[in-house]
Every structure is written in C-alpha cells, then in structure tokens.
C-alpha cells in the first residue's frame, strides 16, 4: 500500500560530522512534507517542511531535499551534536489543507561525542 | 515549546473502561488533530477537529469518539478499552484550514495510556 518510509531504522555519527536522514514515498499526489523530531518521552517536534513546488529549503543547520522524480525525501543536519540525538520522522499530507499527515516509522539518530 | 498542552500526562485503565483525554490547542489555532502512537511506530492518525466538526478520520472504529469546544480546546474518548489500545495519544494543533494548502500541526507532549 502507499505510505511513507525510511531507509534506515538507525543512524549513527560522530559529533561534528553531518547526517542525512532519507525517506521515500509512494504517493505521487502528495504535495507536503514535514520532518519532525521526537525525544523520548515526548511529542514530536517541527523541524522544517517543503512543499511539492519546491526541490530544496533551508533551516538553521537542517536542509531538506525533495526529489519527486524518484518521491524521495532526505533531512541533511550540519555539524550535528549530541542534542540532535532523537528518532527523526518524516510525514507528507495528501493535497487537502488541514488534513491527515501520514508517518513513516521513523529513524533513529545517535551522535557521539 | 508549542504551546499545545495535553492532559494526563499518564493514565492506567483496565480493559473495558472508557477514558477521556484533553488537548489545548495553541493560541491562534483552530483545527486540533489528535494521532496514536504505538512504541517503535510512528504517530496514526485518529480524526481531525476543525471549528467544532470532525473533519476526517483514520482507521480507527467508532468507540474512538472527540469533540472540540469553542475554545478550540479538544477531547478523544475511548470507550470499551482493549489492551491493544495502549499507546501514546497526540494532539496536533494548526492554523485555520485554508485553500492555500496543508497547514503545519505542532504537536502536544502526549498523553501515555496503559490498558491493564
């Protein structure tokens, strides 16, 4: 079925070192996806979104991609540090405002200093 | 800190209760979405309140209930608990429904339910 996923379920860096977090989809009438990141015990949070007319965007020392061609998703961190270590999930919404945004099941980052 | 707030922070019921969990939406906000979030899995969307309507639902079967306030506050009820109902229930807050496109949910911390 159609749904939204993730490469690796685990991802593991050095502090100081960038990180790529991957996510593929399936739906081609998706139009909007987000990154959020989730510490335990706690909800997710906003990191940064794109819309379907859009191919890049930045945030501060977080880039997403989008590459619809082959509906894949990728969250780059630069310089990352131990307080990026959380599950990352990305999450796309299906064309109509307001609605249901759809997970993947989410990647785990660890940095290590 | 989003502004969304949720309540209990954790709950333990035993099967065939009913519970009722709280969300307060952030300020400006009027559509609250509320998600289940089993362990290791991403969150699952449950239904979406917008101006006090339902407006969408998941695969989730009718003993999952909400309703939203004039004040856009929010509340999931479950009736009927299952074990498998243990999880962590989000709410996600967002601005006005729109024409121009989807709206970013913040979400709430999220309130831990055992089913016992």
């Known amino acids: 079925g159609e749904s939204v996923g993730l490469h690796l379920p685990t991802l593991s860096v050095q502090e100081g070192d960038n990180s790529i977090i991957n996510c593929a989809y399936s739906?081609?009438?998706?139009?909007?996806f987000i990154w959020y990141k989730q510490e335990s015990g706690k909800g997710p949070q906003f990191i940064i979104d794109i819309r379907s007319n859009m191919d890049k965007r930045q945030g501060q020392r977080v880039t997403v991609l989008l590459n619809k061609t082959v509906k894949h998703l990728s969250l780059q961190i630069a310089a990352t540090q131990p307080g990026d270590s959380a599950v990352y999930f990305c999450a796309e919404n299906r064309g109509q405002a307001g609605t249901a945004l759809i997970f993947g099941k989410g990647t785990t980052l660890s940095v290590s200093s | 800190e989003t502004g969304v707030t949720q309540s209990p922070t954790h709950l333990i019921k035993t099967r065939g209760q009913q519970v009722t969990l709280r969300c307060s939406s952030q300020?400006?906000?009027?559509?609250v979405s509320w998600y289940q979030q089993a362990l290791g899995q991403g969150p699952q969307f449950i239904f979406q309140?917008?101006?006090?309507?339902?407006?969408g639902r998941g695969n989730f079967p009718p003993r999952f209930s909400g309703l939203q306030f004039p004040n856009y506050s929010s509340e999931l009820n479950v009736n009927a608990l299952e074990l498998d109902d243990s999880a962590l229930y989000l709410c996600a807050s967002s601005l006005e429904v729109r024409a121009g496109g989807p709206d970013t949910q913040y979400f709430g911390p999220g309130t831990r339910l055992t089913v016992l």
């Open positions: 300020s400006g906000h009027n559509t």
């Open positions: 739906n081609s009438a998706s139009d909007y």
């Open positions: 309140y917008y101006r006090e309507e339902e407006n």
